[in-house]
């Protein structure tokens, strides 16, 4: 095989996602903004990002249909506002997704953190919308936001800036591995839908994963969006090697 006749990615004859940009056509997202404790917070964010140290946590579970990409899955995690040479963003230190399509282009193009959760969908419960993230059969993130308020201009609850921490393992131990700031900003942002109202969260864990050190002490809003945007490339600010 020649290598122009290659893939994007593995495998190299018929790869699971190909070069970005991957579109996201539609989504439906419950969201919950609550305060934690800094302290946990803090311990979560790495070098060289700085935690804006607001005790501030949005939490989100989504359904999601991505094309040239991961195709349709759920997905959701918690973000945290970092600074990186005084530009301010999101950095998301959990995130779960459905499928292992939306697994393997998150984290090996971009340095998403994503593991499998277990599948689901956002429920419907008269004005009430409920979603849940489960690994393995344990409940990790559990969502609501009870449709109070039609939000005018919803593109504000959507992110724009984003940080990864993007880590390439070497698999020789005489050859050094990579650890790489990504930035992302993402664009297109079209809101067909937007409610906010009283929320409610609950953050528990797992053997894998345990987010009790960040319960919410305070529901600060949450919103129920239905929109698309797009996922653009990235750029790499800092490569180094460990």
Known sequence: ??????????????????????????????????????????????????????????????????????????????????????????????????????????????????????????RIDGNARRATLVRRGDEIVNLSVNLENRVSDGKKLLPVHRFFLKKISSPDPNWPSLRQVVYQKLTGHKVTRAYTGRGWAKVSGNTTIDLTSIAPTEILGAAYVEGSWDVPSAKVLLEEKF
């Not at 607001?54 to 973000?79: K, L, M, R, T």
């Not at 950095?91 to 959760?117: H, I």
């Open 1 to 122: 095989m020649k290598k122009d006749d290659e893939g994007f990615s593995n495998p190299l004859v018929c790869p699971p996602y190909h070069r970005p940009p991957y579109p996201v056509e539609d989504a439906k997202l419950v969201i919950v903004r609550f305060r934690a404790d800094p302290k946990a917070i803090a311990k979560l964010v790495p070098k060289p990002f700085e935690p804006v140290a607001d005790g501030i946590v949005s939490a989100f579970i989504g359904d999601i249909w991505q094309i040239n990409g991961p195709g349709e899955y759920h997905e959701g995690g918690i973000s945290v506002g970092v600074r990186y040479k005084g530009v301010t963003g999101s950095y998301m230190p959990f995130l779960l997704t459905s499928t292992d399509d939306a697994l393997l282009v998150g984290r090996e193009v971009f340095g998403m953190p994503k593991l499998l959760c277990d599948e689901s969908r956002i």
